[in-house]
């Protein structure tokens, strides 16, 4: 299950070299927290339920609370982030 997180986040790693921010966004009525990788937005949204829908380039994954492996949505987002910031 971790092997899953980690490669996702790889990816999306890969996908940008830095990131420019992060953010809450309250625009719409769920709960979503993002970041930009290199001009792309990279979401996560808690559809209530328990499930998280993650958004990058344009495609979207659902994932489970227990997926996040006791990390908040805002973390799971910061840790992407923060590997964007790794890339050179």
Do not use: H, W
């Not at 092997?3 to 999306?12: A, E, T």
């Not at 809450?24 to 927290?33: H, I, K, P, V």
């Not at 994954?61 to 799971?76: C, D, Q």
Request: hydrophobic share 35%; aromatic share 6%.
């Amino acid at each position: 299950m971790f092997k899953k997180c980690i490669l996702g986040m790889s990816v999306l790693a890969t996908m940008a070299f830095g990131f420019s921010s992060c953010s809450d966004d309250d625009a719409d009525d769920r709960n979503c927290d993002s970041c930009d990788l290199q001009g792309q937005t990279i979401e996560i949204c808690d559809n209530g339920n328990d499930t998280y829908t993650v958004t990058a380039a344009g495609q979207s994954e659902t994932i489970t609370a227990e997926e996040l492996e006791g990390v908040s949505p805002a973390e799971y987002i910061g840790l992407i982030c923060s590997l964007g910031d790794l890339i050179p």
